[in-house]
């Protein structure tokens, strides 16, 4: 059994690159990679084919992710029917893929920090044009629901083993 997991942000260069590769991560070190499948997408088209900022890159590659190989893709429907799991960075993006899928799977996109500890936020600032702190702000927010979504999965993927 494999687990599709996608995460959706408006570009895909900067949160949802970053959940794909600390996810990737996480699920690696736990000895699980091979029960998922992971990928990441953008709202928007305007980026296809550019790899996350420097700024994400540099921000991941400081806490041990690499993100380089990734590139902006934008997400489809089909994506929606494919992926078991289909996590937004922000209610905006939420709205967007539920207004994309197919009308009996408009539930399915849910949001990232619905994995998150308790911390009463819900939407992970897009760091895009800010600063380095911005993009570690978003970074420690997206390590959070991460962890949440693996301790969240891990019962199920050792139970199908």
């Known amino acids: 059994m494999t687990i599709g997991i996608l995460f959706v942000c408006t570009a895909n260069l900067c949160r949802s690159p970053t959940a794909e590769g600390v996810f990737r991560s996480l699920a690696a070190r736990a000895g699980l990679a091979d029960a998922f499948e992971i990928d990441s997408a953008g709202t928007g088209a305007s980026h296809v084919g550019q790899p996350p900022t420097k700024p994400a890159i540099d921000a991941a590659a400081a806490r041990g992710y690499d993100i380089t190989g990734i590139r902006a893709r934008q997400i489809t429907g089909e994506d929606i029917k494919h992926f078991d799991h289909v996590l937004g960075m922000t209610r905006g993006h939420l709205v967007e893929m539920r207004w994309l899928a197919p009308r009996d799977l408009a539930d399915k996109p849910q949001l990232l920090m619905s994995y998150a500890p308790p ?29 949440g979504l693996l301790a969240r ?9």
């Open 119 to 147: 911390l009463g936020i819900l939407d992970i600032p897009d760091p895009y044009g800010g600063t380095a702190d911005d993009y570690e702000r978003a970074l420690g927010m997206i390590e959070a629901a991460t962890r």
């Open 153 to 161: 999965l891990t019962p199920q993927v050792k139970k199908a083993i």
